[in-house]
């Protein structure tokens, strides 16, 4: 985690970052697209199965789409306001450690054990921003304030559900195997992430002709 938050603590104190601010941005939304899928791909398979542990996780796993449901949608918005137009956002191809890491997921689920699901999300909401960070964020970039509802909410929200999972893992009755797994996929998840925010960062570091979402530029 400390990588990870160096990483981050380098993108947000980036001095270009306002243009590296839309292409945060579509990181985001290509991982978070897939929360809700990720989800109910778990639910179907656990619920073929009649132990406690799976009726746990699928009671988690419901309750949790729920609370997932359109922050995708927040996320297109945001990029709207910062002028990219959301027919640009869905045709672009995300960058293929995205694809490796969000498709891990299925792996995890499909071939696996969908307990395995919790490391990742633990990773993505576990160590939520704080409110003040953000609005600090804000402060200093000159960019519209609307562009930011997706930080703002999951600052505010993403504490709770951090606890919530933690409360669940606690109550599992989870093998040593499991708990694994879990501590498994939620290191592999940080390693992807720094290299999503490296790849981000890198594009700016290594080519001055790198186009962004921001400028109307499509990565490559």
């Given at each position: 985690?400390?990588?990870?938050?160096?990483?981050?603590?380098?993108?947000?104190?980036?001095?270009?970052?306002?243009?590296?601010?839309?292409?945060?941005?579509?990181?985001?939304?290509?991982?978070?697209?897939?929360?809700?899928?990720?989800?109910?791909?778990?639910?179907?398979?656990?619920?073929?199965r009649t132990d406690t542990q799976a009726r746990s996780l699928v009671e988690y796993f419901e309750s949790h789409t729920l609370e997932e449901e359109g922050h995708d949608r927040w996320i297109l918005e945001d990029l709207e306001k910062l002028g990219v137009r959301r027919q640009d956002v869905l045709r672009?191809?995300?960058?293929?450690?995205?694809?490796?890491?969000?498709?891990?997921?299925?792996?995890?689920?499909?071939?696996?054990?969908?307990?395995?699901?919790?490391?990742?999300?633990?990773?993505?909401?576990?160590?939520?921003?704080?409110?003040?960070?953000?609005?600090?964020?804000?402060?200093?970039?000159?960019l519209p304030r609307a562009a930011f509802r997706t930080l703002r909410e999951h600052a505010a929200v993403d504490g709770d559900h951090s606890f919530e999972l933690d409360r669940l893992i606690d109550r599992l009755p989870l093998t040593d195997e499991q708990f694994s797994l879990i501590c498994v996929n939620g290191l592999m998840t940080v390693?992807?992430?720094?290299?999503?925010?490296?790849?981000?960062?890198?594009?700016?570091?290594?080519?001055?002709?790198?186009?962004?979402?921001?400028?109307?530029?499509?990565?490559?």
């Open positions: 985690m400390p990588a990870l938050l160096d990483a981050c603590r380098r993108l947000d104190e980036h001095p270009q970052f306002i243009d590296i601010y839309p292409e945060y941005l579509f990181l985001l939304h290509s991982m978070t697209r897939a929360a809700v899928p990720l989800m109910e791909d778990a639910v179907r398979q656990l619920n073929v672009r191809m995300p960058s293929p450690t995205i694809a490796g890491l969000v498709g891990a997921q299925y792996y995890w689920i499909h071939h696996h054990d969908p307990v395995a699901l919790l490391g990742y999300i633990a990773v993505l909401e576990g160590y939520p921003a704080a409110i003040s960070a953000v609005e600090e964020l804000m402060r200093r970039i000159t390693v992807g992430l720094i290299r999503c925010v490296d790849e981000i960062l890198d594009a700016y570091e290594t080519r001055p002709d790198y186009q962004s979402l921001g400028a109307g530029g499509c990565r490559n």
